[in-house]
């Protein structure tokens, strides 16, 4: 039985580009950042706090970006959690350039990835990045020379494996003409599904699926409606269920549920060990 301090194991596991397993059910770093993704949190000391519950509930998954505050959220995994845990995933990503609160602008210039990942090595603290991320595509530059200079960096053993975010199913077979690429991150929820056709293509060839946002419920949470009628036969959140589909969805899905409160991170925690029947199942899937 999986113990009240190990409650994310209860979720199993994946191996990234089939050698680095994780725990699917990981943690986003996102919302540790001041509003607009801009700056500091209000709270930094709880924000370490969830870090450190996070870890302490079985989460070995960390995502996070260069562009988060900027810098901010990889700091405070640093401060939070170094020196890490041996089987500690820490996947961040760049490609972004920040000037504001929501302001976020493709760069993909390859020098400006290289400087990136280079500054994410220093601010994490780490010698090698395990999943190192293209933010977004930037349409000015080719993609070759974008993930081509990922490669390069994967060469040297500064990142381990290479990850997309925001792409389509073509842009996807154009970045594995010049790469291996381990994982792919797309907006994807219980009442967003445009990413189906990625999440199918990806399940078919190993490659993880790394849904954010993926608490996004809407109108299916509220009163009466389906996540709240069932939500309430178990006993659980609607956020609970939420993963819990997520999880049941696809054997390639790592949900990255994120959280600036460490009630919240134990609850959404908890969704690992939230087993849901087929009819269940399909009755979310076909609420939408």
Do not use: C
Request: net charge negative.
């Amino acid at each position: 039985m999986t113990t009240h301090t190990q409650q994310a194991k209860a979720s199993g596991t994946f191996s990234l580009g089939g050698d680095l397993p994780v725990t699917r059910l990981g943690f986003g770093s996102m919302q540790l950042t001041g509003p607009g993704v801009w700056g500091d949190p209000a709270d930094p000391e709880e924000a370490v706090r969830v870090l450190r519950r996070a870890v302490e509930l079985g989460v070995d998954f960390i995502d996070t970006a260069d562009a988060y505050g900027p810098i901010v959220a990889e700091q405070l995994i640093k401060k939070a959690l170094h020196p890490y845990a041996d089987d500690l995933v820490i996947a961040t990503k760049a490609g972004f350039t920040r000037s504001g609160p929501g302001d976020w602008r493709p760069v993909g210039r390859p020098e400006y990835l290289r400087q990136q990942a280079e500054m994410s090595l220093r601010h994490l603290g780490l010698e090698q990045i395990g999943l190192f991320q293209l933010h977004r595509i930037d349409p000015k530059v080719p993609l070759a020379e974008q993930i081509g200079e990922l490669k390069l960096l994967q060469q040297e053993g500064k990142i381990r494996h290479i990850g997309l975010s925001e792409v389509t199913v073509e842009e996807l077979e154009q970045a594995r003409e010049t790469a291996e690429i381990a994982s792919v991150q797309n907006r994807y929820n219980l009442a967003d599904r445009s990413s189906e056709a990625l999440l199918d293509h990806s399940e078919a060839r190993g490659i993880a699926f790394i849904p954010w946002f993926p608490l996004a419920t809407g109108e299916l949470a509220k009163p009466g409606g389906p996540l709240d009628a069932l939500a309430e036969r178990h006993g659980a959140s609607p956020s609970q269920l939420a993963l819990a589909w997520l999880l049941r969805r696809s054997p390639v899905m790592l949900p990255i549920p994120g959280t600036s409160s460490v009630a919240h991170v134990e609850d959404n925690i908890a969704a690992a060990g939230l087993s849901l029947t087929d009819e269940e199942f399909d009755e979310l899937t076909a609420a939408v």
